[in-house]
T-cell receptor, first 114, second 115 residues
Framework: DGGITQSPKYLFRKEGQNVTLSCEQN?????MYWYRQDPGQGLRLIYYSQIVNDFQKGDIAEGYSVSREKKESFPLTVTSAQKNPTAFYLCASSIDLFRAQPQHFGDGTRLSIL | AQKVTQAQTEISVVEKEDVTLDCVYE???????LFWYKQPPSGELVFLIR??????QNEISGRYSWNFQKSTSSFNFTITASQVVDSAVYFCALSEATSGSRLTFGEGTQLTVNP
């Protein structure tokens, strides 16, 4: 079945450590997105990408980095510069960035600080 | 700037009751899209509906219905004869034509349907 796979489901970060969240899609979508969700809050956009080797900052990009070396993959790195990384992270994809197409979401990764 | 407001943080109903989730939006664009997503306890968001700003017809899909009113900038979602499986967080979201598929989400409404 086509879909989005995020891994791991749970992740723990030590002080000063960078961690990488994986996101893979087999929907042949051009656009991919990373969101952060805090308790009782909506989703906030971290980064998005419309094509391989291209990505743009969203509303809360500080302390995060991404890469898009393959169409199927859009990993997110939470760097040590992100002082409050504890949150639920969701990856999404859509056919493209331009036509307000619905986004399809993965199951999420829950990140906590040790 | 675009904004979505879901004033109801939590709603609790008893099974078979009807429930309406409110969504109010702000945008300066004349062309925009509105969405509803469901987030069950498993965590992933499930797409429910997309409506463009030029189509104000109400829509019904089974027990779900949506009421779009541009005059009040609202896009409300009603579940008829609610079921326990409807328990989830529901998000309303807005996309302006200039931002393409980028979404601005409301803060979500936690719906609990009790047996």
């Amino acid at each position: 079945d086509g879909g989005i796979t995020q891994s791991p489901k749970y992740l723990f970060r030590k002080e000063g450590q960078n961690v990488t969240l994986s996101c893979e899609q087999n929907l042949n979508h051009d656009a991919m997105y990373w969101y952060r969700q805090d308790p009782g809050q909506g989703l906030r956009l971290i980064y998005y990408s419309q094509i391989v080797n291209d990505f743009q900052k969203g509303d809360i990009a500080e302390g995060y980095s991404v890469s898009r070396e393959k169409k199927e993959s859009f990993p997110l790195t939470v760097t040590s510069a992100q002082k409050n990384p504890t949150a639920f992270y969701l990856c999404a994809s859509s056919i493209d960035l331009f036509r307000a197409q619905p986004q399809h979401f993965g199951d999420g990764t829950r990140l906590s600080i040790l | 700037a675009q904004k979505v407001t879901q004033a109801q943080t939590e709603i609790s109903v008893v099974e078979k009751e009807d429930v309406t989730l409110d969504c109010v939006y702000e945008t300066r664009d004349t062309t925009y899209y509105l969405f509803w997503y469901k987030q069950p306890p498993s965590g992933e968001l499930v797409f429910l509906i997309r409506r463009n700003s030029f189509d104000e017809q109400n829509e019904i899909s089974g027990r779900y219905s949506w009421n779009f009113q541009k005059s009040t900038s609202s896009f409300n979602f009603t579940i008829t004869a609610s079921q326990v499986v409807d328990s989830a967080v529901y998000f309303c979201a807005l996309s302006e034509a200039t931002s393409g598929s980028r979404l601005t989400f409301g803060e979500g409404t936690q719906l609990t349907v009790n047996p």
